[in-house]
């Protein structure tokens, strides 16, 4: 090509793709948005970056990202983040087309979410159908949250059918799967609305990504309710994540879906580098009879308020579940020397489990230092995974392929074509790159100041634009759509007792309660 026909070139960087693990310095020309030219010959182009001494990989994707607003887009592309989806919260089905066109054009990142369990259940079971702030997809559970139906309630089987119509809907305008709190729903979920949720997904081929039943719990529940999710997924032939399994039981949870995967299953695990976590503070797996009676903890030592920087007693835990139970927590739940052996993990993949911080609704230019309120991993994830990767030598290529090839290979597994084009250094791939110091790049965000973003970064590139330079984010709002084809029909089909007794039995007695059944016992 002549010089004029590059839009962008990225000169002498360390050039890494993690799919045919090439590893060497080289020259990237970009045009039209995408890779056309990867050489060790001198490139030149309308717009240059000088990587030398930089990496150069694909930009970073993050399939648990629940601060899908503009400033958290901000947040995370100083942090290297390109593509950012939630798949544990979601978006209500009926909302998912409006909260893609709410994005379109006026985005900095790429973007994507799942349709929402949990919210379906807000839905039916508390009148939350109809409710404005729905469009807001994940963040909108610090509103629906302040009702319990979701999350306790045994639904019938009608109620049951309308939880699974509203999920199919979300699928059907293009979500890339569902997401699923099933943690937060341990009362409410039986093994029978689990299974269905999941067989709903498995029609359309797409994952459920699900915050397992028992998390938090010790190293034998915890394994258990990776266990349901992977069973289910294996009979119904569908794809399933095991989200943040960083916990009690890793190292067996870890196993198991690694030797699924080798025996073809696509089923895939994700870590965060934190040894605390991050909720709302009236998680059922925080009341007393589990967090201290069962678990043995205490909430001196493991609750700490993000925006007073105080721990809770179990005095203040309870009368701030009575005035402001969605308010957010940070939880410490596992060794700290645990946060480097995570990143280790062979086809984990990277995702933050990245929070809202306050105001939720800020501009993406609102000034960084005035947000309060929310984890670290929201706005460091990245630059910790690098940090301890240095730290820890820890191969550069496994950072790279735990940030953002994984992912897309999974994803790209499915179907999904954006994600077939994304997380690789190759030509005709969508030009979403980073160029960083790997002896600078770094986390700023603590736990008392959780919304500092990271630095290093050279140039964030997100369908061939430069977002960020020199850690200062550019007004360029290149970002696309992560999401299937909208359909036309629903897949849809209701739960009945007729249909489970014609299929499953060789005469079932009339009078059988339903399979779907309210106390969740079949």
């Not at 093994?191 to 999941?198: D, H, K, T």
């Amino acid at each position: 090509m002549y010089a004029q026909d590059y839009d962008l070139v990225i000169n002498n960087g360390r050039v890494m793709d993690p799919e045919t693990l090439f590893d060497d310095i080289a020259n990237v020309g970009v045009k039209d948005g995408r890779i056309v030219a990867i050489s060790k010959d001198p490139l030149t182009g309308t717009e240059t970056v000088d990587a030398t001494g930089h990496i150069v990989a694909p930009g970073f994707i993050d399939t648990h990202f629940h601060f899908q607003m503009p400033i958290g887009y901000s947040l995370g592309l100083r942090d290297g983040l390109t593509s950012s989806m939630d798949f544990e919260m979601g978006c209500a089905g009926s909302y998912v087309a409006a909260w893609y066109e709410a994005r379109a054009g006026v985005t900095q990142a790429n973007y994507g979410c799942a349709v929402s369990h949990e919210f379906a259940r807000a839905m039916i079971l508390d009148g939350s159908d109809g409710a404005e702030y729905l469009i807001n997809g994940p963040v909108a559970a610090y509103t629906t949250r302040a009702k319990t139906g979701w999350s306790v309630t045994r639904p019938n089987l009608e109620q049951g059918n309308a939880i699974l119509e509203e999920i199919d809907k979300g699928l059907m305008a293009g979500a890339p799967g569902i997401g699923s709190t099933t943690g937060y729903m341990r009362a409410g979920i039986s093994s029978r609305e689990m299974f269905e949720v999941q067989k709903v997904g498995a029609r359309y081929g797409r994952p459920m990504g699900s915050h397992t039943r028992y998390t938090l719990g010790n190293d034998t529940t915890e394994v258990n309710g990776a266990q349901e999710l992977i069973a289910n997924a294996i009979a119904l032939g569908a794809p399933a994540i095991v989200l943040h399994f960083n916990n009690p039981g890793w190292r067996v949870t870890h196993e198991l879906i690694s030797g699924l995967q080798e025996r073809g299953f696509n089923i895939w695990g994700e870590i965060y580098p934190y040894a605390a976590g991050s909720t709302t503070i009236n998680a059922e797996f925080l009341e007393p009879q589990s967090w201290v009676d069962d678990l043995g903890n205490r909430y001196e030592e493991t609750i700490l308020d993000p925006v007073t920087n105080e721990y809770y007693t179990l005095e203040t835990y309870k009368a701030t579940i009575a005035s402001e139970p969605t308010r957010p927590v940070v939880v410490f739940k596992m060794p700290a020397e645990d946060q480097a052996k995570w990143l280790t993990l062979k086809g984990v993949t990277m995702a933050s489990d990245g929070v809202g911080a306050q105001p939720y609704d800020a501009p993406w230019d609102f000034p960084m230092d005035q947000l309060g309120g929310t984890h670290p991993r929201t706005a460091g994830s990245r630059g910790a995974t690098i940090r301890l990767g240095r730290e820890h030598n820890i191969p550069m290529m496994q950072l790279m392929s735990i940030l953002s090839y994984n992912a897309a290979k999974h994803l790209g597994d499915t179907g999904l074509k954006a994600m077939q084009e994304r997380g690789r250094i190759q030509t005709g791939m969508v030009a979403d790159i980073v160029v960083f110091d790997p002896e600078r790049f770094t986390d700023n965000s603590t736990y008392d100041k959780g919304a500092v973003p990271s630095t290093g970064m050279k140039a964030v590139i997100v369908n061939g634009q430069v977002t960020v330079r020199d850690d200062v984010l550019l007004p360029v709002f290149a970002g696309q759509p992560i999401r299937f084809e909208p359909e036309d029909k629903p897949r849809f089909v209701p739960v009945s007792l007729e249909a489970w007794n014609a299929e499953f039995s060789t005469g079932m007695p009339s009078d059988f309660s339903g399979a779907f059944p309210a106390d969740g016992s079949n």
